[in-house]
């Protein structure tokens, strides 16, 4: 008896690495295989290593060439943010959301009750004041309870069905907003909301205050610029790792087929939820963020178009790609923000110059919404899959579409096969009868 304890912590300490081995070893053949990556494409790898060192120096950059577009791409990076957490919900689990800007919505005002000195929470002598990183916390609390909230009533619903409820969910949150004028001062909004500071002895820094190292100016905006990069690369880790854990698998399963994924044992009810949620909570983080950086919110920002146009950068980078998410959010807010207003300046000194005058009265911005349609149809017909798709939904789409039609049929209707061997029974019962039974 004194030697089965020691026996057995001895046998649990070698089964502990035998179980620990696999795992170890996977992690040195996916470095291994990083590594062999790289030697088979040095210039891919180089290019990657070149764009990641452009978007780290980016502030730099803008300024020595005298881009000064850094104000244009602080927003887009919120964008950014927003599609990977629509991302979760429509790509990784299925469920098509058209109101997830409610929650874009949601987590501004959270930041704007608790930080804005016109908020009912500090007026009227309550001075119940808070600064932004609770502020911001809180509102990534929230915004999963409000996930939540919404996915309650939907965990019967899918398909056409599922994209009303959320419809209807982003219409009522910004008319909510608005409507309440003794809390939220309805479409004037909450102004002077609370930037991030930061506080650590000596060091008093707040983000966006004045410039940074006496660079200039333009160096004001360069602590947004890194706040919201390092925010959007968590938002990376964070959805990558959901991708690969337990969860993300049960989202991938219950996306394919519901009523599979619940006979092989998945709750649907917590699956549903957690999507929700988890995709709420990127939304809620970027409103509370993004409120701070423009100081000022209000209902008209979180219209239906957002949640238009962020769909449309989750279809048309690729579902359930978190890169590909990425490059569809660049291409749209980059045009929206930063092409669109360029060519429309380009095109007006060209109708002015000869005297087109649809040239010369052009506005791209009114028709963003036909233009993005339009890139949407064609995206439809040449590249279903989207510019960077996810590897499954690249697999499933190809075989879907290398399918022969003729294959499809009603399987009600016989198949031609079955038909001849009703037609051959047929005449051996002809060939059966007697001349008795003829007449």
Known sequence: MSQKGPYRAQSGGAAGTAVAA???????????????????HPIRSGLLLLLAAMVLLYPFIDEAFQFRKITTVIPLLVYMILALGLNIVVGYAGLLDLGYAAFFAIGAYVAGFMTSPLSFLNANGM??????????????????????ILGAPTLRLRGDYLAIVTLGFGEIVPVLFRNADAITYGEKGLSAIQKPAVHLGPINFEIGAG?????????????????????GILCILGSQRLYDSR?????????????????????LVTTKLSAFAMGASLSGVAGATFGAYIGSIFPSQFEFGLSVILLCAVILGGLGNIW???????????????????????????????HIEFLATIELSNWRYFIFGAALVIMMLARPQGLLPNRRRAAELKAGLEADPTDIHDPFEPTPEEQQERQQLYDVRELDKSPEEDR
Do not use: C, H
């Open 22 to 40: 696999p795992s170890i070893a996977r992690r040195k053949s996916s470095s291994a295989q990083r590594r062999e990556q790289i030697r088979k």
């Open 127 to 148: 001075q119940w004041y808070s600064n932004f990183w609770v502020a911001l916390i809180a509102a990534f609390l929230v915004s999963i309870m409000a996930g939540m």
């Open 211 to 231: 410039p940074v190292f006496g660079l200039g100016d333009w160096s004001s905006q360069m602590p947004w610029y890194y706040f919201m990069l390092v925010l």
């Open 247 to 267: 969860v993300g698998r049960a989202w991938m399963a219950m996306r394919e087929d519901e009523i599979a994924a619940s006979a092989m044992g998945i709750n």
């Open 324 to 354: 590909g998410v990425i490059l569809g959010g660049f291409i749209i807010q980059s045009f929206d923000r930063i092409l669109a207003p360029e060519l429309t300046n380009f095109l007006k000194g060209v109708g002015t110059k000869n």
